[in-house]
């Protein structure tokens, strides 16, 4: 069932298109990834979707309801850098996250007190925020953005802010929540997606660059590749860039030192590759034949 349907979204800041024309569905009960480097328009994009800021264009349809009509009340959102008052304890916070979205008092305290427990906070709703650390206030931001159950929990950048064990923290809830809700997270981590989501939307520069379900797009942009690498020294750099119009090679990505080929034939380009390194000389560090891999393309979609 389409939980989720955009069209032709865009978002102009003058002459800037932060999000431009990017249409996607989302199904009931998934987790998608919306992964793109910094200024991709990923926050631009969640905070369209959470009504916060009006489209410059386009249209999104929530659970087959009319484009324009407020679903606000079924979403959950947790901003990328959500503004908390510290004097008030975790428990005010989400009883008055869960007032705000329409909940009678008696049962916001009830639910709040449930949504703590969920994100493992149950013993520290009664401090007062000032004092939690990054990871327990991102777990507080949870459990706000989850109080009143939505049907769509829009997280940005939930764990990019957090140290390793912050984050691990986090990954662990997200793996649980994304059971029970559909979620859409931003992040600028492939791994970060490739971890807990099964679907994911790249963006850059306002566009989506590749859509769809990781595994499919692991096999569609499994090619064959060469990947070197080479002592960084004027000789061998200027080496593998000589290498790139070779007519065997038939896309390069070139950076400090390092390179990957994509080849149609391994085999023959392999053969040739190390010929050459051994009759010149070149100081080779590393020498791998395979396939490329989601982060190449990642790379390949951000580099360009
Ligand atoms: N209020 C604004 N006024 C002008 N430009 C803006 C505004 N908000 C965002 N932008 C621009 O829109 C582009 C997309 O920004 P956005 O914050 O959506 O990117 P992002 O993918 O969330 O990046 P990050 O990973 O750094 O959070 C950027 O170039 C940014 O400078
Ligand atoms: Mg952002």
Same mark, same amino acid.
Request: glycine residues 10%; aromatic residues 6%.
């Given at each position: 069932?389409?939980?989720?349907?955009?069209?032709? &979204?865009?978002?102009?800041?003058?002459?800037?298109?932060?999000?431009?024309?990017?249409?996607?569905?989302?199904?009931?009960?998934?987790?998608?990834?919306? !992964?793109?480097?910094?200024?991709? +328009?990923?926050?631009?994009?969640?905070?369209?979707l959470a009504g916060l800021?009006?489209?410059?264009? +386009?249209?999104?349809?929530f659970?087959?309801?009319?484009? *324009?009509t407020d679903y606000r009340k079924e979403l959950g959102y947790?901003?990328?850098?959500?503004?908390?008052?510290?004097?008030?304890?975790?428990?005010?916070?989400?009883? /008055?996250?869960?007032?705000l979205s329409g909940?009678?008092?008696?049962?916001?305290?009830? $639910?709040?007190?449930?949504?703590?427990?969920?994100?493992?906070? =149950?013993?520290?709703? %009664?401090?007062?925020?000032? +004092?939690?650390?990054? *990871?327990?206030?991102?777990?507080?931001?949870?459990?706000?953005?989850? $109080?009143h159950?939505p049907?769509l929990?829009?997280?940005?950048?939930?764990?990019?802010?957090?140290?390793?064990? +912050?984050?691990?923290?986090?990954?662990? &809830? !997200?793996?649980?929540? %994304?059971?029970?809700?559909?979620?859409?997270?931003?992040?600028?981590?492939? #791994?970060?997606?490739?971890?807990?989501?099964?679907?994911?939307?790249?963006?850059?520069?306002?566009?989506?660059?590749?859509?769809?379900? &990781?595994?499919?797009?692991?096999?569609?942009?499994?090619?064959?590749?060469?990947?070197?690498?080479?002592?960084?020294?004027?000789? =061998?750099?200027?080496?593998?860039?000589?290498?790139?119009?070779?007519?065997?090679?038939?896309?390069?990505?070139?950076?400090?030192?390092?390179?990957?080929?994509?080849?149609?034939?391994?085999?023959? =380009?392999?053969?040739?590759?190390?010929?050459?390194?051994? *009759?010149?000389?070149?100081? !080779?560090? #590393?020498?791998?034949?395979?396939?490329?891999?989601?982060?190449?393309? /990642?790379?390949?979609?951000?580099?360009?």
């Amino acid at each position: 069932m389409t939980l989720l349907e955009v069209t032709g &979204l865009s978002k102009s800041y003058g002459k800037q298109r932060s999000v431009d024309n990017i249409s996607f569905v989302i199904e009931a009960g998934q987790c998608v990834a919306l !992964l793109g480097p910094n200024g991709a +328009g990923k926050t631009t994009t969640l905070r369209m979707l959470a009504g916060l800021l009006p489209p410059s264009a +386009g249209q999104i349809s929530f659970n087959g309801s009319l484009p *324009g009509t407020d679903y606000r009340k079924e979403l959950g959102y947790l901003p990328q850098s959500p503004a908390m008052y510290r004097w008030m304890s975790g428990l005010e916070y989400v009883v /008055f996250a869960a007032k705000l979205s329409g909940i009678p008092s008696r049962e916001a305290a009830k $639910v709040s007190a449930a949504a703590l427990e969920r994100v493992g906070l =149950a013993a520290a709703g %009664r401090r007062r925020i000032g +004092g939690y650390s990054g *990871g327990m206030k991102q777990r507080l931001g949870l459990a706000q953005a989850l $109080v009143h159950r939505p049907k769509l929990l829009l997280l940005d950048e939930p764990v990019s802010a957090l140290d390793p064990i +912050g984050r691990r923290e986090v990954m662990e &809830l !997200l793996r649980e929540i %994304r059971g029970e809700t559909t979620v859409i997270f931003s992040t600028h981590v492939l #791994h970060d997606a490739e971890e807990i989501c099964d679907n994911v939307i790249l963006m850059n520069q306002g566009t989506i660059a590749v859509q769809g379900e &990781l595994s499919e797009l692991r096999q569609q942009y499994s090619l064959p590749v060469i990947r070197l690498s080479v002592e960084t020294g004027s000789a =061998a750099a200027g080496w593998l860039e000589s290498l790139a119009l070779k007519p065997f090679i038939q896309a390069s990505q070139i950076s400090g030192g390092k390179a990957v080929f994509n080849v149609a034939d391994v085999a023959l =380009a392999r053969r040739a590759i190390l010929q050459e390194a051994v *009759g010149l000389n070149i100081p !080779l560090l #590393h020498f791998e034949a395979g396939s490329s891999t989601l982060e190449d393309l /990642f790379m390949k979609v951000v580099g360009s």
